[in-house]
C-alpha cells in the first residue's frame, strides 16, 4: 500500500545546479506535506511542509511545489551543497497525526 | 539544541525474545512516536502516545507490540516475542504541541535490532 512514492531511488547533481526531487501521492485527504532530510546512521530531519492550501512554501535554498490536481510534489534546492547529499523523504498526512513517508530517494552533490 | 536520544543504538535479540526499546523525546513535547524502517523499505508509522494512552496505531503494531511512558522522561516500545521479519531501524519521534503531525516531529537517532 504505497500511499507516497518517490520515484527515483537516487540522483546525482553538480554542486551549485539545482536539485529537483519529486513525490507523488494517491491519498486525495492528504492535506499536508513534508520533507525530511536523513544523514546515514542518524534520524530523518524536518526540512520544509507545505499545507494544502498552499502551492508554494520557500525556506532558504529550499522550495517545496505542492500540484494538488496532479498529487504531486516536488523540493528544489538551489543552489545545491555538498552538504546535502543524503537520503530526503517525502511524507504526508490527513487529519491524524501519523506520516506516510515515501521510500526515499539518495541525493548526492558532486563537488 | 534539545534531541530525541534512543537507547541502544544496536539490539541483537533471539527470535521469541523480548526487547524494549527506549526513548527520551524532548522534555516540553507531548506527542510521541514510533516509526519503523525495514532495510531498503520506507518508514513505516507504528503509534502515536498522547495523554498516556495510544492515540493512533497502523496494522503493523499489533498485540506483540506495546509502548508506555514509565516515568516523566523515557518512552519505550517492548515488542514481546519478537520475530525475524521485526529486524528493522525503530525511530522514535516526539513533537510538541496538540496537533499531532501538524507540528514537526523530531526523530531519534534509531535503534537497529537485529532478530536471529
Known amino acids: 500500500d504505497q500511499q507516497v512514492k518517490q520515484n527515483s531511488p537516487s540522483l546525482s547533481v553538480q554542486e551549485g545546479r539545482i536539485s529537483i526531487l519529486n513525490c507523488d501521492y494517491t491519498?486525495?485527504?492528504?492535506?499536508?506535506f513534508l520533507w525530511y532530510k536523513k544523514y546515514p546512521a542518524e534520524g530523518p530531519t524536518f526540512l520544509i511542509s507545505?499545507?494544502?492550501?498552499?502551492d508554494k512554501n520557500e525556506d532558504g535554498r529550499f522550495t517545496v511545489f505542492l500540484n494538488k490536481s496532479a498529487k504531486h510534489l516536488s523540493l528544489h534546492i538551489v543552489p545545491s551543497q555538498p552538504g546535502d547529499s543524503a537520503v530526503y523523504f517525502c511524507?504526508?498526512?490527513?487529519?491524524?497525526?501519523?506520516?506516510?513517508f515515501g521510500t526515499g530517494t539518495s541525493l548526492t552533490v558532486i563537488p | 539544541e534539545p534531541e530525541v536520544t534512543q537507547t541502544p543504538s544496536h539490539q541483537v535479540t533471539q527470535m521469541g525474545q523480548e526487547v524494549i526499546l527506549r526513548c527520551v523525546p524532548i522534555?516540553?513535547?507531548?506527542?510521541f512516536y514510533w516509526y519503523r524502517q525495514i532495510l531498503g523499505q520506507k518508514v513505516e508509522f507504528l503509534v502515536s502516545?498522547?495523554?498516556?494512552?495510544?492515540?493512533?496505531k497502523s496494522e503493523i503494531f499489533d498485540d506483540q507490540f506495546s509502548v508506555e511512558r514509565p516515568d516523566g522522561s523515557n518512552f519505550t516500545l517492548k515488542i514481546r516475542s519478537t520475530k525475524l521479519e521485526d529486524s528493522a531501524m525503530y525511530f522514535c519521534?516526539?513533537?510538541?504541541?496538540?496537533?499531532?503531525?501538524?507540528?514537526?516531529?523530531?526523530f531519534g537517532p534509531g535503534t537497529r535490532l537485529t532478530v536471529t
Open positions: 519521534a516526539s513533537s510538541e504541541a496538540g496537533q499531532g503531525a501538524r507540528d514537526e516531529q523530531y
Open positions: 491519498n486525495s485527504m492528504f492535506d499536508y
Open positions: 507545505i499545507s494544502s492550501i498552499k
Open positions: 511524507a504526508a498526512s490527513d487529519t491524524g497525526n501519523q506520516f506516510y
Open positions: 522534555s516540553n513535547h507531548l506527542y
Open positions: 502516545f498522547y495523554n498516556n494512552e495510544i492515540s493512533e
